[in-house]
């Protein structure tokens, strides 16, 4: 666009009416009129230049806002597209998620899941109350474990957010951290103070849709670093993304692309490759909305495992969806998988 821009610049008809004009009058005797008419067209071409600058920098001021309103993701979220597309709305169980809202904004979700193979029921009720300025959410599940975290937004700085989480049950745990969104940095920083307390910090940096940047795990007991991860993303903000990672301090990389194609159809792709070479996953998948109430997903990896479902709402704001997964290197011994989903929202 900017070259474009400057194509523009130096071909105007304004410019060469200029050059026309200075150099359209070559007699010596009529000095009088012709410095008369270059006074004029210094001006005009003063003019000229002050309206194209002054383009160019609109220009580019409209460029970097629309890339700024890209917020930077934190680090956990780079390549978030693709893993939703490969991962979201598959369930092998069955499931019932019913939720419903109280006039004074408290959002209660109660889940039900029946494992496909063993049988087992396992439920979870998760409780959510959001207001201008903090967000609280509690669960509490069948295992008994109690989890309740506390956001407050806007903590003194614009984009600043403090969040503590506790961990009630068999295996008590807890964490305070600090999170910053801007539009050109996203970081994170998080004690977890457990039996074991670990500093999780990451520093995310980008403009224009591109993204680099770090994760890393300080252990306080061991006073080493357990984990470091690093990663280079490109997003033009409308479902298109690439993220190139390496993680584990460099024992294992990872690839992740997802497309939106059309607004109705979309593909992703997830390589993952093991430094040592013994692990190697690749998984392909896609999502096509065939109208308002109905879309089918499918997905398929290099173990040669096969899933699709088939999601439908039955009535407003209520979801039936039906997934199944086979392995195609065994077809005949079995062990396939076939989930019912319902999902009813107030």
Not at 296 to 323: N, Q
């Amino acid at each position: 666009m900017l070259c474009s821009t400057l194509h523009k610049l130096c071909t105007c008809s304004d410019t060469f009416k200029y050059r026309r004009h200075i150099g359209s009058k070559k007699d010596s005797a009529a000095l009088p009129e012709r410095y008369f008419n270059l006074q004029k067209a210094d001006n005009s071409f003063l003019l000229f230049l002050h309206r194209r600058f002054a383009f160019v920098v609109e220009l580019l001021s409209y460029e970097f806002i629309n890339c700024s309103d890209k917020m930077v993701q934190i680090f956990p979220d780079l390549g978030k597209t693709a893993k939703k597309l490969l991962e979201d709305d598959y369930c092998f169980d069955n499931k019932v998620t019913l939720k419903s809202a109280t006039s004074n904004g408290v959002i209660y979700t109660s889940e039900g899941v029946q494992d496909a193979v063993s049988g087992s029921v396992s439920g979870e009720l998760q409780g959510e109350y959001k207001q201008k300025g903090y967000n609280v959410t509690t669960k509490l599940n069948t295992s008994g474990t109690f989890f309740s975290e506390v956001a407050l937004e806007e903590v003194g700085v614009k984009g600043l957010r403090v969040v503590l989480n506790t961990t009630v049950g068999k295996s008590p745990a807890g964490s305070i951290g600090l999170e910053y969104l801007h539009s050109a940095l996203a970081a994170t920083s998080y004690l977890n103070y457990a039996s074991n307390p670990v500093i999780n910090g990451s520093l995310v940096i980008g403009h224009g849709g591109f993204s680099i940047g770090s994760e890393a795990v300080f252990d306080t007991v061991n006073n080493s670093l357990s984990k470091v991860s690093g990663a280079f993303n490109y997003s033009d903000g409308k479902g298109s993304e690439i993220t190139l990672s390496i993680l584990e301090k460099g024992q294992m990389g990872k690839c992740t692309y997802s497309h939106q194609v059309s607004s109705n159809f979309a593909v992703a792709a997830d390589l993952r490759l093991s430094r040592s070479g013994d692990y190697r996953l690749f998984s392909m998948g896609t999502k096509y909305v065939l109208d308002d109430s109905t879309t089918l997903k499918a997905k398929v990896d290099s173990t040669g495992s096969l899933a699709a479902v088939y999601m439908h709402m039955i009535r407003p704001k209520t979801w039936v969806s039906v997934s199944s997964q086979v392995n195609l290197n065994s077809l005949e011994k079995g062990g396939h998988k076939v989930g019912f989903a319902l999902a009813v929202e107030p």
